[in-house]
């Protein structure tokens, strides 16, 4: 029997040794180089919040507005809600320079972005601007296709910390190749900028957008209606595996206040939305809010649930005719959990421990009431109003 110590085999074996290091590295150097992750993950370690002029404003933008806007978010205790982000949608813009540079609309920003970015900064909010993808924005101002680089270097010259990217005018363009030249760009950048990636649910964003953006739209666009808020909202279950820390799903921003549903819808959108661990981005025109939207938007409860520091999507846990339960994992162990009643009467619903694998002895708190409901066992028995919900806090 040859001794395996003798100093002979040893050298074969260090020789070997260095050969399959080689050979590993040669094999690593061939392979495609593995796909960076989005730029910037810290960014949105939650899902983001704050403001954004489309769903009240649509195209109606101006420095005024967004000055007065930024008061507001102040003044209304937003900012201390966690509320952070003003974004400026579309129409902001007009035109390109002769270098290509964009124009932004001199007659409604006359002092330009930088200032007015600066003013954003000093009430310790932070600031964002909205462009497309293609070759124009869907209100068809000048769109970023082939100036990404030059427009995320111009956004992070003026201090944006926030830019949501669009799809009109995106044909036989592939939305992943397309997105992905932004996130370089703002990794270029050397700002942290949060990437809001929007296209609509267009080639599933969810499956690329976690290695491109911070945020990916699902669907289309929502609008201040019962029907469409809660077509979306409910049409989220089965996206929870791609969502986390740094990468959300995005079922759009809301619509909240803006007039067009009922209390109780209302608190369905909200609800439904911190189940989701979707990015609360406020839609309505804050500068006038009534006592009750604010009381929805700034539930320091149910924004917890919202911003859990988890960041599990909610999902769907059962359902039957119009009634759903969702539930959301919190970090401290304790479970949201949303009784909603999408029909047309009131409707009692009850919650099987069992199935949301809580203690059978379980405490229970009513986050919209913000009151203990105190133990219960084994279940418990809401009565739910039409489009309504009671959301639950479950705990040992
Ligand atoms: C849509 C987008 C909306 C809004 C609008 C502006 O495509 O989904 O959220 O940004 O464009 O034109």
Known sequence: MVNPNT???????????LLSVLVLALVAAALPRATPAQATPAAAATPPMGWNSWNKFGCNVSDKLIREIADA????????????????DDCWQVS?????????????????????????HSKGLKFGVYTDAGRMTCEKRPGSYEHEVQ???????????????????????????????FRDAIAQSGRPIVFSICNWG???????GPRT???????????DHYDRMSVIGFSQDGLEKFAGPGHWNDPDMLELGNGGMKHDEYLTHMSLWAILAAPLLAGNDIRSMSDETKSILMNPEVIAIDQDAKGVQGHRVWDEGPLEIWVKPLAD???????????????????????????SSAKLRDLWQRKDLGTMKNSYTAEVPKHGVVLLKVSK
């Open 202 to 208: 267009v080639k599933a964003p969810w499956t690329w």
């Open 151 to 181: 427009d995320i270097q111009t956004y992070a010259s003026w201090g944006v910390d926030y830019v949501k990217i669009d799809w009109c005018y995106a044909e036989g363009l592939e939305p992943p190749v397309q997105y992905a030249k």
């Open 73 to 88: 978010v102040v003044s209304t205790g937003m900012k201390d809600a966690g509320y952070r982000f003003v974004n400026i």
């Open 333 to 359: 162990g304790s479970q949201a959990v949303g009784l909603f009643n999408r029909g047309e009467s009131p409707l009692q619903i009850t919650l099987d421990f069992n199935k949301i694998g809580a203690p």
């Open 7 to 17: 100093p002979a085999l040893g050298s074969c074996r260090l020789i070997s040794a």
């Open 96 to 120: 390109r320079a002769a270098d290509g540079a964009i124009v932004v609309d001199p007659e409604r920003f006359p002092n330009g972005m930088k200032p007015l970015a600066d003013y954003v």
């Open 213 to 223: 953006g911070n945020l990916w739209r699902t669907t289309g666009d929502i609008s």
